[in-house]
């Protein structure tokens, strides 16, 4: 079995001295491909350093993580418009948070647009980040909706009606990753009604590990874990679910 991981960060400090092995772990379980969302230019040296040494493995993406935006954010944005062309498969990790703070919320809102504006006008896809602010997020998502704007609701925990709205609003596929292995997830009903053709498969990783190891650092070879119990819930076997999300990703990021 095949599988791609749509959004790890490897390179993340937690992977300091075990990064290529976690690299080389997850191909040994069958996850060949793997997406590296940007987040701002404090990390992206460590991206590319860490994506060099496995190409044909690891795609790179470009983008302002909305936690970043504050102080200087048009600089940063100028800088990734500035970089944007060949050799990146995606424009990201760039959306909204609400849940740490507030405080550069227009910001967030101004930098998010931009960003899937640029993304259009080069034929990119978008990765979106989205906490706490889902209904901001949807009304920069209805003012570009006329540009086709297309991509991945990452992390995505929403409600059967969330996913209906979104896909009235581009071509857009849903990031299920650990969380949907988490006793009394929401997301583990709802992805049952959500159709296969728009799953992708993603860890996150450092972060949202999935059972059975919770409460550990994550990394894409955990992928397979995901895989399953979106399977289990959907009633069909790993095999699908593998051959499927990866097909997904393939033509999302145009591998």
């Not at 040994?28 to 991206?47: E, H, K, L, N, W």
């Not at 424009?91 to 931009?114: H, K, L, N, P």
């Not at 650990?178 to 049952?192: D, H, L, Q």
Request: net charge negative; aromatic share 8%.
């Amino acid at each position: 079995m095949i599988f791609t991981d749509t959004h790890t960060h490897l390179y993340d400090e937690q992977f300091r001295d075990d990064a290529c092995a976690a690299v080389e772990r997850a191909v040994r379980a069958g996850v060949t491909r793997m997406v590296f969302p940007d987040i701002d230019s404090t990390s992206r040296q460590a991206m590319n350093d860490l994506a060099g040494k496995y190409p044909g493995n690891i795609y790179t993406c470009l983008g302002l993580h909305p936690t970043s935006v504050g102080p200087g954010w048009e600089e940063e944005l100028e800088k990734i418009e500035s970089l944007a062309g060949p050799g990146i498969c995606a424009i990201g990790e760039t959306g909204m948070d609400c849940y740490w703070s507030r405080e550069f919320v227009r910001e967030q809102e101004a930098a998010f647009e931009r960003q899937v504006r640029l993304s259009c006008r080069l034929g990119l896809p978008v990765i979106i980040h989205a906490r706490e602010a889902t209904e901001l997020i949807l009304n920069v998502l209805e003012r570009c909706k006329a540009l086709s704007p297309r991509g991945v609701f990452h992390a995505f925990t929403g409600s059967r009606e969330t996913f209906a709205r979104i896909m009235k609003l581009g071509d857009w596929y849903v990031g299920i990753g650990g969380v949907v292995t988490f006793r009394n997830a929401s997301i583990a009903e709802t992805v049952k009604d959500i159709p296969l053709d728009r799953i992708v498969l993603e860890t996150d990783s450092p972060y949202l590990t999935p059972v059975p190891h919770r409460g550990e650092r994550n990394e894409s070879s955990y992928i397979p874990l995901i895989a399953g119990k979106v399977a289990l819930q959907k009633g069909t076997s790993i095999e699908e679910v593998a051959m499927a999300t990866t097909r997904n990703a393939e033509r999302l990021f145009n591998f």
